[in-house]
Nanobody
Framework: QVRLVESGGGSAQTGGSLTLSCAAS????????MGWYRQVPGKQREMAAM???????HYEDSVQGRFTVSRDIAKNTVTLHLGDLRPEDTGLYYC?????????????WGQGTQVTVSS
C-alpha cells in the first residue's frame, strides 16, 4: 500500500510561480514513477509531469519549459515547481505514484490540491 500526501497549493498571478510537494509512505519500494496529474476546467485529467525511476522525465506539452518536476527517491518525495503561470493552469493537481505489485501496475493518488492563477 502506498499513500500520498500533498501540500503547497495556492493562488498566484499570471507570470508567478508555485511549488507543490508530495510525500509517499507505505511500500515505497514498489514505486516505479512519481509525478503530477492535473484536472483543469473543460479537460480530462492529464499527466502534467512525471519522474521515472530510471531518471527520465515527461512533461505535458503546454507546461514544458515552465514546470519542473524533481524527485528524491530516497526520501520518497516529489516536487513540482510551476513557473510562468497562466490562468489556464488553474485546476486540481494530484500527486501520482505508479506502483508495481505482483507484476501488475497500478496508481496511487494524492487527495488533490487546488492551484488558482489569476490574470
Amino acid at each position: 500500500q502506498v499513500r500520498l500526501v500533498e501540500s503547497g497549493g495556492g493562488s498566484a498571478q499570471t507570470g508567478g510561480s508555485l511549488t507543490l510537494s508530495c510525500a509517499a509512505s507505505g511500500t515505497t519500494s514498489n514505486i516505479r514513477a512519481m509525478g503530477w496529474y492535473r484536472q483543469v476546467p473543460g479537460k480530462q485529467r492529464e499527466m502534467a509531469a512525471m519522474f521515472y525511476n530510471n531518471g527520465r522525465t515527461h512533461y505535458e506539452d503546454s507546461v514544458q519549459g515552465r514546470f519542473t518536476v524533481s524527485r528524491d527517491i530516497a526520501k520518497n518525495t516529489v516536487t513540482l515547481h510551476l513557473g510562468d503561470l497562466r490562468p489556464e493552469d488553474t485546476g486540481l493537481y494530484y500527486c501520482n505514484a505508479q506502483v508495481q505489485e505482483l507484476d501488475l501496475m497500478h496508481n496511487a493518488w494524492g487527495q488533490g490540491t487546488q492551484v488558482t492563477v489569476s490574470s
